[in-house]
């Protein structure tokens, strides 16, 4: 059927003429004597809604119309009754009469009932007080239905009088089903269904004026189409695999035609899928949006008026936009802007629900929170507390972290290669120049492949001026001694695909490294002759490894070659009895500190004192052991005692949170 948004009238226009005007050339054969029935049908281009397809009759349309003889008293409200029409000889009453459309011609279709039709059907004319020529006796139009078929006009109109009760007996109530899978075209047509209620009764007239009965055929359904059009993320070809299916829409119900009364609605149909259809998708075309040319797909279906549509319901789902799937719920502007088409706030017969909806691939947009240093020193007894959960301080505490590289992989097993190069750069910006709080913004904008595919992050920064953190410039992967780097984790699962953020944690990449030097009093006396001469000592560290290459996936590095010499530090100028810094607050790279590890201190008067740095013994969980390598996050912190008779060393190791520790080893002199 092609006749997509029109109402359907079909006019009966009828030709009456006396017996004794015509002759017996101008009548059917064997139809001499009786006035025939002239019909023809128009199609309204001016109706919102007709059909399920096109805007003209095809040949596979059956329309049918129950035709009757009736007594009325011409008056508007006046009973209008069936006619008892007694014994028609040799002709039968057809009252269900079925019709198929021609061409078009003169903006009308010629139809064709499959039995001749004539006056004298509908009025023994041998009978004074039943013939249609007899004052307040009309012929009415009583009820009409049409609908396609798959094959010809003759299947469908075998589905409409089987189901009008078999013929002429039919009483013009119709129960009607659509079913659940309408993405076939013709299965769709063939479910749509036109109705017409009761018309005014049609007086017969002679053969100087030709007298019409019509039928109004209009929508007995209703059709909803959703216009998607993909935005943000997209490309050509992302509707290919797409389907949309509804929820909570009605699929049956009992149509009166005489009366135009719907009742029985309800979700369930002859399949059990309550509410549910598979809508119809038309071929991806383009749409145009703020002068960008956007991927676009029509999808629609029919279901069954008196359906209750409420806010906040889910109306459909979107499936399959590239991967991605979407909830499309009712929200009250919908229902606003759909108001002239409800009654109660359900949906009406004969018209068309249209909305569009602009998706859009989610952007990944991240949450960062900063695990910071403890300044904090170890000089009395207690533990050194190691786990691996960190106190998180939120971004909108601090503004230390001011922009970083995001990496993502998509592979179910993370490697290295899979997090490069980087995906975008994310950048924390102020509300206010005085705020703390702000949002983080990613340049270039990186979206959700799709619903299912499920992403692992990480992120990388450096310490630069002024002590804040940002992106590095380039993709460089390399740590170097002196220059903290931050690392970012989503965690050791992928993140599946959320609307909301991205949860990042960070921590500090590398070690940080405190010495300290301190030696005797000056008073009493027995301690000012222990004291030795700090000022312009040379502090040497090594051999260690000085640079290495971050491995995103972990946050471990693969270390370089150990240096010589790989710390130089001239002691502070300060007393050292005051416990200044020689080396503060200075980044190391995590690792295992071997036996060749030496701490080394030479004075200024030449007077070298060495320990090697494993044997620093701490208490870690109220138990000493020694301190064997130096892992990331972590403050360690060296306080030497150095004196002419002895030489006594004090280690502990600082993490994020207040901890403290400390221990004995061995200086020995060189």
């Known amino acids: 059927m092609k006749r997509l948004y029109n109402w359907v009238c079909a006019t009966l226009v009828v030709t009456a003429c006396s017996p004794s005007a015509l002759t017996t050339d101008e009548l ?37 119309a129950y035709l009757r003889h009736v007594t009325w008293d011409g008056t508007v409200g006046g009973a209008i009754t069936e006619a008892a029409n007694g014994s028609l000889a040799d002709y039968t009453s057809a009252k269900l009469v079925a019709f198929t459309p021609g061409p078009l011609t003169a903006e009308a279709y010629p139809l064709t009932a499959t039995t001749p039709l004539y006056w004298d059907d509908f009025s023994n ?18 009820y009409g239905y049409a609908v396609n078929s798959r094959t010809d006009a003759a299947t469908a109109h075998g589905q409409l009088t089987t189901a009008l009760n078999n013929g002429n007996t039919a009483t013009g109530t119709l129960t009607w089903t659509v079913p659940t899978d309408q993405r076939d075209e013709q299965t ?136 991605n799937h979407y909830t499309l719920p009712l929200t009250s502007e919908i ?58 301080i939120a971004l909108s505490d601090r503004t230390d972290l001011q922009s970083f590289r995001l990496y993502r992989s998509s592979e179910e097993t993370l490697t290295e290669g899979g997090l490069q190069p980087s995906a975008t750069t994310c950048t924390f910006t102020l509300e206010t120049p005085e705020a703390t709080q702000g949002s983080w913004t990613n340049h270039p904008a990186i979206y959700w492949a799709n619903a299912s595919t499920s992403y692992h992050f990480r992120a990388l920064a450096e310490q630069g001026a002024g002590g804040k953190y940002t992106a590095r410039a380039d993709e460089s992967l390399t740590a170097t001694q002196g220059h903290d780097l931050l690392w970012g984790t989503s965690g050791p699962d992928a993140i599946a695909p959320r609307t909301g953020t991205v949860p990042l944690t960070f921590g500090h990449l590398l070690s940080k490294l405190t010495v300290k030097l301190t030696t005797a ?80 201190l030479t004075l200024a008067d030449g007077t070298t004192y060495r320990v090697q740095l494993n044997t620093c013994i701490a208490t870690v969980n109220e138990t000493p052991k020694p301190v064997t390598a130096w892992e990331r996050g972590r403050h360690y912190t060296y306080t030497l005692r150095v004196e002419k008779e002895a030489v006594r060393l004090a280690a502990s190791v600082q993490n994020w949170v207040e901890v403290a520790g400390n221990g004995n080893a061995n200086l020995d002199w060189d």
């Open 28 to 64: 059917p054969t064997g139809a001499e004597g009786l006035t025939p029935l002239t019909l023809s049908a128009t199609l309204d281009e001016k109706g919102p809604l007709a059909r399920a397809n096109g805007t003209a009759f095809e040949a596979t349309d059956g329309l049918v």
């Open 125 to 142: 004319s041998d009978s004074e007080a039943t013939d249609l020529r007899t004052e307040g006796h009309y012929l009415q139009a009583y």
């Open 188 to 323: 769709q047509q063939e479910h749509d269904l036109l109705w017409a209620k009761a018309q005014t009764p049609v007086k017969y007239e002679h053969a100087t004026t030709r007298a019409g009965l019509t039928l109004p055929y209009t929508h007995a359904l209703c059709r909803l189409t959703v216009a998607l059009v993909a935005a943000d993320g997209f490309s050509t070809g992302a509707f290919t695999n797409t389907t949309v299916t509804t929820a909570g829409l009605n699929k049956t119900a009992t149509f009166s035609a005489p009366t135009a009364e719907i009742t029985g609605a309800t979700t369930t149909g002859s399949d059990g899928d309550a509410g549910v259809i598979q809508l119809r998708g038309e071929a991806e075309t383009t749409t145009m949006i703020d002068e960008q040319t956007l991927p676009a797909r029509s999808f629609s279906g029919l279901f069954v008026p008196r359906t209750l549509l409420t806010a906040d319901n889910v109306l459909a789902t979107i499936a399959d936009v590239d991967g």
């Open 335 to 392: 229902l606003t802007a759909w108001e002239d088409g409800l009654d109660g706030n359900q949906t009406q017969a004969a018209y068309h629900y249209k909305l569009t909806v602009t998706l859009r691939k989610q952007k990944v947009a991240v949450s960062a929170t900063l695990a910071d240093w403890s300044d904090v020193s170890a000089q009395a007894q207690g533990s050194i507390q190691f786990t691996a959960d960190v106190p998180a």
């Open 521 to 600: 009093a000056d008073t009493p006396d027995t301690e000012a002759a222990k004291r030795v001469a700090l000022e312009g000592a040379l502090l040497t560290l090594s051999p260690l490894a000085t640079t290495g290459t971050v491995r995103l996936i972990d946050g471990g590095l693969e270390l370089g070659t150990a240096q010589d010499n790989a710390i130089e530090q001239f002691a502070a100028q300060s007393h050292p009895v005051t416990g200044k810094t020689t080396l503060d607050n200075y980044i190391v790279l995590p690792q295992t500190l071997g036996n060749d590890v030496i701490l080394r």
